[in-house]
């Protein structure tokens, strides 16, 4: 595989030259662009970027930002009680068990594994009534998980 990330060298208003880098790589994300004083920066950044992306690791900046799952989860309820008031109470109980779990958790910081731990946690509790939850249970809150 070749570096797919190039490099132009753009002349400023100033007279200096500024190199921006733009990384194009096939991972359903559109291509990556920052500007940098020198070409040997703009080329590191590129290389990193790129090999992030191939191996599965790259979450674009807006998602890096310190967002919570609960501040996504009340985003998502307020959106979805203005469309749909009557058939939400399924959805914001599942919700809020999500929120008590991994509202705290920063969204770049929420793992599979971290989900599958919850999940496992569902999956062994027990109802308000005292019996366990089925399996179509776990999976209608992981639904509703999915849709925030």
């Known amino acids: 595989m070749s570096n797919m990330a190039s490099i132009r060298k753009f002349k400023k208003k100033n007279g200096k030259y500024s190199y ?15 500007s940098f004083p020198t ?57 809020e068990w999500w929120k008590k779990r991994l509202g705290k958790y920063a969204v770049r910081n929420i793992t599979a ?3 599958a731990g919850c999940r496992q946690e569902l999956a062994e509790g027990s109802t308000y009534k005292g019996t366990m939850r089925s399996p179509s249970t776990v999976n209608r809150y992981l639904a509703s998980l999915s849709g925030v």
């Open 20 to 34: 921006k880098a733009i990384v194009r790589v096939n991972d359903g994300y559109p291509p990556d662009y920052k």
């Open 39 to 95: 070409r040997k920066e703009a080329k590191d950044w590129g290389t990193q970027i790129e090999a992030s992306r191939r191996q599965g690791s790259y979450f674009p900046e807006q998602v890096k930002a310190k967002h919570t799952l609960a501040d996504l989860i009340d985003r998502y309820l307020n959106i979805l009680q203005s469309t749909k008031p009557k058939s939400t109470k399924d959805i914001v109980r599942h919700l």
């Open 113 to 115: 594994d971290l989900i």
